[in-house]
């Protein structure tokens, strides 16, 4: 026999439960007297600003609300969630976040205390740490799963996911605000199946974090509503023909290159674009060369008048210090902020003027004014031989990037599954294929954008002119960034004086947003005022292969406007941008 429990509210009306299966159940008998009326509507207040409280409508299931913190929810304890690298729950008062529901909240950005022990502090540009977090699994009962989320726009690199059978199938990333805003993710296709949510933090770039509060299940929709599955945002690879580009599966065996199957000789390929990441060798630092090459090694001095250097991915080698522009002791990405030559830079102190003498693992010899020196490479930032204005390369080699972050210029082969670079300064390189980022090629019938010299700038910026269209590399951790990339800023107009006059052409680029792209741009291509390209490109547009046939005439226009609105940083990249001849 069951044994209830009651609570009495009045005359023949009462709130029971069972202590058999422990939930709750109502009954109450209709009341004529006002008394009774006042008490039911009173309950139902009560219950509505209870569930406003907490977020959740009757009905919903309330998956978190970070409400208690990280420190009960630890890495690798039993049904909670479970979190890696700089992924916090934060107190509402530790970051600028509008539009919380209640006092705490998911954010992949460090709390100040973190860093009180780095030599780098984050500032407004860039959100230094990564970091991932994940909810135990749970059953998809609801035709929706709504959450709050702000943050830069990033997808696959800052975002909230939904993994299903280990698959990514829904994703929201924010929209470069620090305002919450109300996103569901359309799931009645999950009905009853085993799920989690992953937030994902893999960038330091411009508001490279993302922030989450209150995640539930509802049968009711947020006002934005995400149904459909996150596209890929590249494919293997790319390879550019003079005709039409290859995208796939990229292989090479034998000394022979294919995409999804079909065999391409290497004297057909303008470029070949793999689209990844870089990877981590820890703090290897970098030797920078007089003809802009990068290359990831450590160094020490060898014979007279030379450098042996060794990288994870190039190996050992003994370069002559003619050839060498800077030495940079720790790994950074732009060495060109320190550009007086015979200056030895430090992370911490004045620079030193004077000559390097000699290398060695722990130290290095260092003539100045004040007599011969023996200083401690811990610390030192960078040493220049010449100014980035004596770099200079003749565009006659091919260009190849790794992804370690070095940048050769060389010929190029294949041999069995690796690529043969044979190279000015290092005679011969010989790297794994799935190591090599970009290859960009140097043919008769090519001109690269990015090479052209008569160029005329129109800038327009609304504030500020914007910088002028420039080239920008494979290098960094943006997977959008292709070999042969001109960046063009809204509010730009870029002419280019065109190659192969009287012949046939082509211009061929991947059109996207630039990495970052906050706002919406409106982009024309046109030849000697004749129009042949326009497009609305959208913030998080998918790249676009255009391959343009080119009229008579002389002068390439790129326009870059602004679209709904002004936003920085906002503009077009154009990938693998070149002019090719026709047969």
Same mark, same amino acid.
């Given at each position: 026999? #069951?044994?209830?429990?009651?609570?009495?509210?009045?005359?023949?009306?009462?709130?029971?439960?069972?202590?058999?299966?422990?939930?709750?159940?109502?009954?109450?008998?209709?009341?004529?007297?006002?008394?009774?009326? /006042?008490?039911?509507?009173?309950?139902?207040?009560?219950?509505?600003?209870?569930?406003?409280?907490?977020?959740?409508?009757?009905?919903?299931?309330?998956?978190?609300?970070?409400? %208690?913190?990280?420190?009960?929810?630890? +890495?690798?304890?039993?049904?909670?969630?479970?979190?890696?690298?700089?992924?916090?729950?934060?107190? &509402?008062?530790?970051?600028?976040?509008?539009?919380?529901?209640?006092?705490?909240?998911?954010?992949?950005?460090?709390?100040? /205390?973190?860093?009180?022990?780095?030599?780098?502090?984050?500032?407004?540009?860039?959100?230094?740490?990564?970091?991932?977090?994940?909810?135990?699994?749970?059953?998809?009962?609801?035709?929706?799963?709504?959450?709050?989320?702000?943050?830069?726009?990033?997808?696959?690199?800052?975002?909230?996911?939904?993994?299903?059978?280990?698959?990514?199938?829904?994703?929201?990333?924010?929209?470069?605000?620090?305002?919450?805003?109300?996103?569901?993710?359309?799931?009645?296709?999950?009905?009853?199946?085993?799920?989690?949510?992953?937030?994902?933090?893999?960038?330091?770039?411009?508001?490279?974090?993302?922030?989450?509060?209150?995640?539930?299940?509802?049968?009711?929709?947020?006002?934005?509503?995400?149904?459909?599955?996150?596209?890929?945002?590249?494919?293997?690879?790319?390879?550019?023909?003079?005709?039409?580009?290859?995208?796939?599966?990229?292989?090479?065996?034998?000394?022979?290159?294919?995409?999804?199957?079909?065999?391409?000789?290497?004297?057909?390929?303008?470029?070949?674009?793999?689209?990844?990441?870089?990877?981590?060798?820890?703090?290897?630092?970098?030797?920078?060369?007089?003809?802009?090459?990068?290359?990831?090694?450590?160094?020490?001095?060898?014979?007279?008048?030379?450098?042996?250097?060794?990288?994870?991915?190039?190996?050992?080698?003994?370069?002559?210090?003619?050839?060498?522009?800077?030495?940079?002791?720790?790994?950074?990405?732009?060495?060109?902020?320190?550009?007086?030559?015979?200056?030895?830079?430090?992370?911490?102190?004045?620079?030193?003027?004077?000559?390097?003498?000699?290398?060695?693992?722990?130290?290095?010899?260092?003539?100045? #004014?004040?007599?011969?020196?023996?200083?401690?490479?811990?610390?030192?930032?960078?040493?220049?031989?010449?100014?980035?204005?004596?770099?200079?390369?003749?565009?006659?080699?091919?260009?190849?990037?790794?992804?370690?972050?070095?940048?050769?210029?060389?010929?190029?082969?294949?041999?069995? +599954?690796?690529?043969?670079?044979?190279?000015?300064?290092? /005679?011969?390189?010989?790297?794994?294929?799935?190591?090599?980022?970009?290859?960009?090629?140097?043919?008769?019938?090519?001109?690269?954008?990015?090479?052209?010299?008569?160029?005329?700038?129109?800038?327009?910026?609304?504030?500020?002119?914007?910088?002028?269209?420039?080239?920008?590399?494979?290098?960094?951790?943006?997977?959008?960034?292709?070999?042969?990339?001109?960046?063009?800023?809204?509010?730009?107009?870029?002419?280019?004086?065109?190659?192969?006059?009287?012949?046939?052409? +082509?211009?061929? &680029?991947?059109?996207?947003?630039?990495?970052?792209?906050?706002?919406?741009?409106?982009?024309?291509?046109?030849?000697?005022?004749?129009?042949?390209?326009?497009?609305?490109?959208?913030?998080?547009?998918?790249? %676009?292969?255009? &391959?343009?046939?080119?009229?008579?005439?002389?002068?390439?226009?790129? #326009?870059?406007?602004?679209?709904?609105?002004?936003?920085?940083?906002?503009?077009?990249?154009?990938?693998?941008?070149?002019?090719?001849?026709?047969?």
């Amino acid at each position: 026999m #069951r044994k209830e429990k009651c609570l009495r509210l009045g005359s023949e009306s009462f709130l029971s439960y069972s202590d058999r299966d422990d939930r709750l159940n109502i009954w109450y008998q209709t009341m004529n007297t006002a008394f009774h009326k /006042k008490w039911l509507t009173a309950l139902s207040v009560i219950a509505l600003l209870l569930a406003c409280r907490s977020g959740t409508a009757a009905g919903d299931i309330l998956i978190a609300d970070f409400e %208690q913190g990280r420190e009960s929810q630890q +890495k690798d304890s039993g049904g909670q969630w479970r979190f890696d690298g700089t992924t916090y729950v934060l107190d &509402a008062e530790q970051l600028s976040v509008s539009g919380l529901q209640g006092k705490r909240f998911l954010s992949s950005i460090a709390p100040q /205390k973190a860093w009180a022990s780095k030599s780098i502090k984050p500032g407004p540009l860039i959100d230094l740490g990564t970091g991932r977090a994940g909810s135990p699994e749970f059953t998809i009962a609801r035709k929706y799963i709504k959450f709050l989320i702000s943050g830069g726009r990033y997808p696959g690199r800052a975002s909230l996911n939904l993994v299903v059978d280990g698959a990514v199938v829904r994703s929201a990333t924010g929209d470069f605000s620090t305002a919450m805003k109300a996103v569901s993710f359309d799931v009645s296709a999950y009905a009853g199946r085993r799920a989690r949510i992953e937030v994902v933090d893999v960038t330091n770039h411009l508001s490279g974090h993302v922030c989450v509060d209150n995640i539930i299940q509802s049968d009711q929709p947020a006002p934005r509503v995400i149904s459909t599955l996150p596209q890929a945002p590249v494919v293997d690879g790319t390879v550019h023909t003079t005709g039409v580009p290859l995208s796939g599966g990229l292989d090479v065996s034998d000394g022979q290159l294919s995409v999804n199957g079909r065999t391409v000789p290497l004297e057909d390929i303008v470029c070949v674009d793999f689209r990844k990441g870089l990877k981590k060798y820890g703090p290897t630092p970098f030797v920078r060369l007089v003809n802009g090459e990068i290359l990831r090694a450590g160094f020490v001095s060898g014979k007279p008048g030379k450098l042996n250097i060794e990288g994870p991915l190039i190996g050992k080698h003994e370069v002559d210090t003619k050839a060498v522009a800077c030495l940079d002791f720790t790994p950074r990405a732009d060495g060109g902020s320190f550009n007086r030559s015979g200056i030895l830079y430090r992370e911490a102190g004045d620079p030193v003027a004077g000559t390097v003498v000699s290398i060695g693992t722990d130290s290095l010899a260092f003539e100045s #004014r004040f007599g011969m020196l023996e200083i401690p490479r811990a610390g030192l930032a960078c040493y220049r031989f010449v100014t980035e204005e004596d770099i200079t390369w003749d565009g006659e080699t091919d260009e190849i990037a790794l992804v370690d972050g070095s940048m050769l210029r060389g010929t190029v082969a294949l041999a069995g +599954k690796s690529l043969v670079i044979t190279h000015p300064v290092l /005679k011969s390189v010989s790297v794994d294929w799935n190591l090599v980022r970009s290859i960009r090629r140097t043919r008769p019938d090519v001109v690269w954008l990015s090479q052209v010299n008569d160029v005329k700038t129109e800038l327009k910026g609304a504030l500020y002119p914007p910088p002028p269209p420039h080239e920008v590399g494979p290098g960094g951790e943006e997977n959008s960034v292709s070999p042969g990339t001109i960046r063009v800023s809204a509010e730009t107009v870029a002419s280019y004086k065109l190659p192969f006059s009287g012949s046939r052409r +082509k211009l061929c &680029a991947v059109l996207m947003p630039e990495p970052g792209c906050r706002g919406d741009v409106d982009i024309s291509v046109e030849v000697s005022g004749r129009s042949l390209f326009n497009k609305a490109l959208e913030s998080d547009a998918e790249p %676009q292969a255009l &391959a343009l046939e080119l009229p008579a005439g002389d002068a390439l226009t790129i #326009r870059v406007e602004f679209g709904g609105r002004i936003a920085y940083p906002c503009g077009a990249d154009l990938g693998n941008a070149y002019v090719v001849k026709g047969q």
